[in-house]
């Protein structure tokens, strides 16, 4: 996945498609113009990095927003609460994997396997030649898990914020967390790549979440994946989340779990986790389509849906979004927003590098 994933980016760092570097605002003739920084008062002077190298790497796919389980900090049951009986066809989610092109595809909502073609949906994704994560409460896991089949590019991805006391309080029901270790066990015996989605919010345990790992070892399972959580605007639980500064403090010691465990997220992405260095958001690094559309800007922030990706592109005024310019980005350190730019290698530093090839081949 590395080699391919990397080939992907310098073609398109190189090359980029020019009609997804318009600007959104339409010039006298009605034609979208050349991406352009806003006032120096707006930006601080300063162009975003990757102006004029815009492209995703990772689809946020959302066949359904409904889901078998009401999470204390979800967003998404909430914000499209009227529209939870809506899906996706299968020729949709196979026409957005192909129009926006990314490599990667996670499918999401909602919970996928409440899906009735998600088994031929993830098949179809695999012919076409992606990477697929499968984010999962894990319920359903056991019963639709003769539906996939094991290949090397499709993982499980089972929703885990912590051990069985912690996760079924915040996911809202008991035996969630058994469900789910059940189901892990059953797709290794399998032969299938799983991983671990993790939620950070402020009440979470660091400690409790290593013993959560040391809890899997005996499984060898593919990887964790750690964020801290979004304040979505839909929740009302808002004293949940966390602030800029108390991320860092929960990510202090990051370093020591990503030397001991298989963490998914990048050494670049953890620095940033702990404010060791600054990354820029680049949103469209992580599309996201469901029901409505193509969500903008984000998979956080619902501003509009459009019909095409290339709308998304060219209609969102991406400089309106970030730190310092959206009081909803001010405290969002959430993955879809960040591994990009590290990914694209922005704000690099002297071995860099050598320590994303470390982490690579780990």
């Known amino acids: 996945m590395t080699a391919g994933l990397a080939a992907y980016i310098f073609r398109n760092k190189l090359r980029p498609r020019p009609e997804w570097q318009q600007n959104a605002s339409a010039g006298a003739d009605g034609k ?45 049951i909430r914000e499209y609460e009227a529209t939870l009986h809506l899906r996706l066809s299968l020729e949709q989610c196979l026409e957005a994997a192909e129009e926006c092109g990314a490599p990667v595809v996670s499918i999401c909502g909602g919970e996928p396997l409440l899906y009735p073609e998600i088994g031929r949906l993830t098949n179809e994704l695999l012919e076409r030649g992606r990477y697929i994560y499968l984010c999962t409460n894990g319920l359903l896991m056991r019963k639709r898990l003769g539906e996939f089949r094991p290949d090397h590019r499709f993982f499980f991805n089972v929703h885990l914020d912590g051990l069985e006391e912690t996760h079924d309080r915040l996911v809202e029901r008991r035996g969630v967390f058994r469900e789910a270790l059940e189901a892990i066990k059953a797709a290794k015996q399998a032969g299938f790549k799983v991983s671990t989605n993790t939620t950070v919010y402020l009440e979470t345990d660091m400690r409790e979440i290593e013993a959560l790992f040391e809890y899997l070892e005996p499984l060898r399972l593919d990887g964790h994946m750690l964020s801290p959580a979004y304040a979505y605007t839909a929740v009302d639980e808002q004293e949940i989340f966390l602030s800029r500064e108390k991320i860092h403090e929960k990510f202090k010691e990051v370093d ?32 996201t389509y469901n029901p409505m559309g193509w969500r903008a800007p984000c998979y956080l922030i619902a501003d509009a849906h459009y019909p095409t990706f290339g709308e998304l592109m060219t209609k969102t005024d991406w400089e309106s979004y970030g730190r310092g ?7 969002c350190m959430v993955h879809c927003g960040f591994e990009p730019s590290a990914a694209l290698g922005i704000n690099a530093r002297l071995g860099d590098n050598w320590r994303l090839l470390r982490w690579a081949i780990r």
Not at 267 to 282: E, S, V
């Open 256 to 287: 020591r779990l990503a030397r001991r465990f298989r963490l998914n997220s990048t050494p670049t992405y953890l620095d940033f986790l702990q404010g060791k260095r600054d990354l820029p958001c680049t949103a469209w690094g992580n599309p």
């Open 32 to 76: 979208l113009k050349p991406y352009s920084p806003h006032s120096a008062a707006a930006t601080n002077g300063q162009r975003h990095p990757m102006i004029g190298r815009r492209f995703p790497l990772v689809l946020m796919l959302e066949p359904l927003h409904a889901c078998n389980l009401s999470c204390a900090g979800c967003g998404r």
């Open 325 to 331: 310019r959206d009081p909803r980005c001010e405290h």
